[in-house]
Every structure is written in structure tokens, then in C-alpha cells.
């Protein structure tokens, strides 16, 4: 059995929505630096808090990049707050899973889209509950690279 899917490996050589939006309404960025992985979510949002664009930059490994790739994949067109229902398990799915030691790299993507809405809601004054955006992951995978 491949470690990797055909769609970890598309998204990897092929990734969909690299980038930067320069005039972006939501930018979320998390990392770990004891494993390497940096993502940074772009968010460009229209009045009706639709996603109407998103770009993503990453630094990490191969699961990093397509994690990020299916991510933005799965969010764009959609509303804020089916974007924010975005789960690890679910982008780990789509792209017909991980190696178990991977799985960090899309909790990171979840993470990165949540911090971009969360910044996003405080540029614009807009009140959500703090529980909906907890802080960064602490995963036992980092800490074993």
C-alpha cells in the first residue's frame, strides 16, 4: 500500500489556490516550529460573509501543502460559518487520508482558516463566541520530528 493517496499527490504536485490576496479580508497564520510546517490562509469575503477568493502559502512538507490545497478547496464559495465547520477529519478525508504521523499538517489547515475568519470578525467588528476559535494545536507528532 502507497503512504501517500493519488489525491495527497495531486494536491501536492498540482496545489490549487497558492498565493496571495494583497488586499485580503481575513489572513490567518499558524505553525509549529518544532516540526517546520507554516500555513498562511488568505481570505477575500463579500457582503453576504461568503468566500469569494482564497490563497494559501505554506511551508512544510508534502501532506502540509496538499492539506492546505483541499482545504481552500472546501471552503471556497461557501459561508463563513460553514467554513468555520471545517474539520481536520474532514480535509484528511478528502483526500482519502494521511499516515497517521501526518495527520498535525490538517489540523494545521483547519486552524489557519479559523485564525483567518477570526481576524477577519475583529477587523470588522464583528462578535462571535471566543470557544469557536481555540488556540493553536499542541500535537504529540511535532514534538516526535
Known amino acids: 500500500m502507497a503512504l501517500y493517496s493519488e489525491k495527497v499527490m495531486d494536491h501536492f504536485r498540482n496545489p490549487?489556490?497558492?498565493?496571495?490576496?494583497?488586499?485580503?479580508?481575513?489572513?490567518?497564520?499558524?505553525?509549529?516550529p518544532v516540526c517546520g510546517?507554516?500555513?498562511?490562509?488568505?481570505?477575500?469575503?463579500?457582503?453576504?460573509?461568503v468566500?469569494?477568493?482564497v490563497k494559501f502559502e505554506t511551508f512544510?512538507?508534502?501532506?502540509?501543502?496538499?492539506?492546505?490545497?483541499?482545504?481552500?478547496?472546501?471552503i471556497k464559495g461557501k459561508p463563513l460559518?460553514?467554513?468555520?465547520?471545517?474539520?481536520?477529519?474532514a480535509v484528511t478525508e478528502a483526500l482519502d487520508g494521511l499516515p497517521p504521523h501526518k495527520l498535525h499538517c490538517s489540523v494545521l489547515a483547519?486552524?489557519?482558516?479559523?485564525?483567518?475568519?477570526k481576524n477577519y470578525?475583529?477587523?470588522n467588528g464583528i462578535e462571535y463566541d471566543p470557544?469557536?476559535?481555540?488556540?493553536?494545536?499542541?500535537c504529540e507528532a511535532c514534538h516526535t520530528h
Do not use: W
Open 131 to 138: 470557544a469557536d476559535f481555540p488556540e493553536e494545536h499542541d
Open 110 to 117: 483547519e486552524e489557519a482558516i479559523k485564525s483567518a475568519v
Open 16 to 32: 490549487r489556490n497558492v498565493g496571495v490576496i494583497e488586499d485580503a479580508d481575513g489572513v490567518g497564520e499558524v505553525g509549529n
Open 81 to 89: 460559518d460553514e467554513a468555520l465547520q471545517l474539520t481536520n477529519k
Open 37 to 49: 510546517d507554516i500555513m498562511k490562509i488568505y481570505l477575500k469575503i463579500n457582503d453576504e460573509q
Open 51 to 53: 468566500i469569494d477568493d
Open 121 to 123: 470578525y475583529d477587523n
Open 60 to 74: 512544510g512538507c508534502g501532506s502540509a501543502i496538499a492539506s492546505s490545497s483541499m482545504a481552500t478547496e472546501l
